[in-house]
């Protein structure tokens, strides 16, 4: 076995592990949203899956590039070496569209197409705020519900538009019972029935 055959099947098999790690990360994802909360380790966790998702495909291809030729060189056979070439050389270019695709929406994914903003109040309470990134129309917060979740409080219209939220100087404050989010003279209610 070469060194290139070697370095091809440890990508592949480096691609299969980062494809079940973004898999895993996505899947605890999708069921917090199904109870309507957010898994939040610092960036939200579907950002987490995206990127690993490129990692996988790109380390997959890689893989591929140094493993295929290898294999199809040892083909005794010129016709069938040929044939086997020239048909893998056009499956390969015909992915390649389908494979620039899934990078583009997972690229979207990984970046972020919206923005999420964390502020955290003088006594330690925390708020994710997030907001479309198309118009910015669409505003959500999060209350904390334990170490990685943040579940939805309510829509925030109020503060919806231009400047984004994350421009602004925005603060979180604790009052009787409750919390309040201020952007600019604009303030959000945040009761106790929606911290719960």
């Known amino acids: ?34 109870q309507r909360l957010l898994l939040y380790v ?27 030729p290898a294999l199809i060189g040892r083909i005794p056979r010129t016709l069938l070496r040929r044939t086997i070439g020239w048909t893998t050389g056009m499956a390969a270019a015909a992915a390649v ?7 583009v929406f997972a690229y979207l994914g990984a970046v972020g197409i919206g923005d999420t903003v964390k502020v955290v109040a003088a006594d330690g309470q925390s708020v994710l705020v997030t907001q479309d990134g198309f118009d910015g129309d669409i505003v959500d917060i999060y209350t904390e519900h334990d170490e990685f979740h943040y579940k939805w409080a309510r829509r925030a219209p109020e503060i919806s ?3 984004r939220v ?3 100087d925005c603060r979180l404050d604790a009052t009787g019972g409750g919390l309040q989010f201020a952007c600019g003279v ?11």
């Open 1 to 34: 076995m070469r060194r290139r055959e070697i370095w091809g099947i440890a990508l592949l098999a480096a691609a299969g592990l980062t494809a079940l790690g973004a898999h895993a990360v996505l899947e605890a994802d999708r069921a917090a949203t199904s």
């Open 186 to 196: 604009t303030r959000v209610d945040i009761g106790p029935k929606e911290l719960r």
């Open 42 to 68: 610092g960036v939200p966790a579907s950002n987490i899956g995206d990127g690993l998702m490129i990692l996988a495909i790109l380390t997959g291809a890689a893989g591929i590039m140094l493993l295929l």
């Open 97 to 103: 569209p389908y494979l620039g695709l899934v990078l």
């Open 166 to 168: 994350k421009d602004q």
């Open 161 to 163: 538009g231009w400047p």
